[in-house]
């Protein structure tokens, strides 16, 4: 197949993850042109990284000021903000230009805020939406801390559904990582068809490894650093869980590893026996299996990539259930379920004092990730779901027929 990936960052092993691993398994089969939105943080060895896996990489500059500009005009035609923030002119143009010079069978978007690119690709084609942005923003609600943050969240929610509907009616189906957010998102929007393709890992990266001998069980987190669900489970962690364990164990050290950590993060360094640990290039290399994983989320939707990242390199886990959505775990057999600080408390000093128990926990959750979500199984159901879109023929959903072109909105 050839196949038009289209993304609003350049995919990597810590950003986008979900379409890097989708690549890693297309790239070798299939022909991949992706044209990515590239962020300024980002740097040519992430582009060489997907080159050396065979993809044919264009990019097109993000410009904070433009996007700035894009946001304050979005306000009046009432779109998402994070819609607003990727909406480029240039991107536009660079499809067209690549769609005009190659021709492709099927077309990827990845995320919601691609989907206002749909008009302009005129074949078969999806849109990644991932998980439902309205089922995270109403759970961020209770836990943001700035006004700022509670007013750009508020117009997320009212601006969002439109925003959705408006892209449902110009692609094949919308792809989801579980069932959850699937059944949340055709509640909202009934009629239009949702794929369910879990998140994966690649298992032959993430291993289980060992430190040396006597080595001391640390405390792991892990994540996008800058993501508020993240931020505000590594603050949870701080201020509520960290003071009742070193009570009892007060030489405990505590790694904190991701992406682009917010200052309310890197203040943390050294404190209390934290260390932070920023934009490693290969997460695999700091998951050991004699540490303990934890994932306090108090917010989330979707599925945990890290979380997974964690159980396939057999490292024992505990994570509140909501951390855990999406999977089919259970207590005491794949992970350790810990709703309030004294039960994390509780199942850490349990992990540190049994290595019986910590083996178990590992063990089991590789063989989850093994069996569920490695890379091939789930790069063939999306391969299975290219070939239907292929087949069927026609780009849009069956309600496209229903809109008339010129009441289409032009979001770019």
Request: positive net charge; glycine residues 4%; hydrophobic residues 40%.
């Amino acid at each position: 197949m050839k196949i038009l990936f289209v993304t609003p960052v350049v995919p990597t092993e810590t950003d986008g993850r979900r379409p890097f691993n989708f690549l890693k398994y297309l790239a070798p089969r299939h022909e991949i042109h992706l044209i990515a939105l590239k962020l300024p943080v980002q740097t040519p060895m992430d582009i060489r990284r997907l080159q050396g896996m065979g993809v044919r990489v264009t990019t097109v500059d993000i410009v904070p000021v433009w996007s700035v500009l894009y946001c304050a005009a979005g306000v009046v035609a009432r779109k998402p903000f994070r819609v607003s923030w990727c909406r480029s002119a240039e991107m536009r143009e660079t499809i067209e230009r690549v769609l005009s010079r190659h021709t492709f069978d099927v077309a990827h978007l990845d995320r919601l805020r691609m989907g206002q690119y749909a008009p302009w690709i005129p074949i078969p084609k999806l849109v990644d939406i991932t998980d439902s942005l309205l089922l995270y923003l109403e759970r961020s609600a209770p836990y943001r801390r700035k006004k700022l943050e509670r007013l750009v969240d508020y117009w997320e929610m009212k601006t969002i559904p439109r925003f959705e509907r408006w892209v449902l009616e110009r692609v094949n189906t919308a792809l989801v990582c579980s069932s959850i957010d699937a059944k949340h998102l055709q509640q909202a929007h009934p009629g239009y068809p949702f794929d369910v393709i879990e998140n994966s890992v690649d298992s032959a990266q993430f291993v289980p490894q060992s430190h040396a001998t006597g080595h001391r069980p640390r405390c792991i987190l892990t994540g996008t650093l800058f993501y508020f669900g993240n931020i505000d489970s590594v603050l949870y962690y701080y201020d509520e869980i960290l003071p009742r364990l070193r009570q009892d164990i007060p030489q405990l050290e505590t790694h904190i590893i991701g992406t682009r950590p917010v200052r309310e993060i890197q203040k943390l360094h050294n404190r209390q026996g934290i260390q932070i640990i920023a934009d490693v290039p290969r997460m695999q290399d700091y998951l050991f299996q004699d540490d303990i994983y934890l994932c306090p989320l108090r917010v989330a939707a979707g599925v945990r990539n890290k979380l997974l990242e964690a159980m396939a390199c057999a490292m024992p886990v505990v994570t509140t259930r909501l951390g855990a959505e999406g999977l089919d775990v259970q207590h005491g057999r794949e992970v350790l379920f810990a709703e309030t600080p004294d039960e994390f408390s509780h199942c850490v000093q349990k992990l540190m004092a049994s290595p019986e128990l910590r083996k178990q926990l590992g063990q089991n959750g590789r063989q989850y990730v093994l069996t569920h979500h490695q890379n091939e199984i789930l790069g063939k159901k999306l391969e299975a779901l290219y070939q239907r879109l292929i087949q069927a023929g026609r780009p849009g959903m069956a309600k496209e027929a229903n809109v008339s072109s010129s009441s289409r909105p032009n979001p770019v």
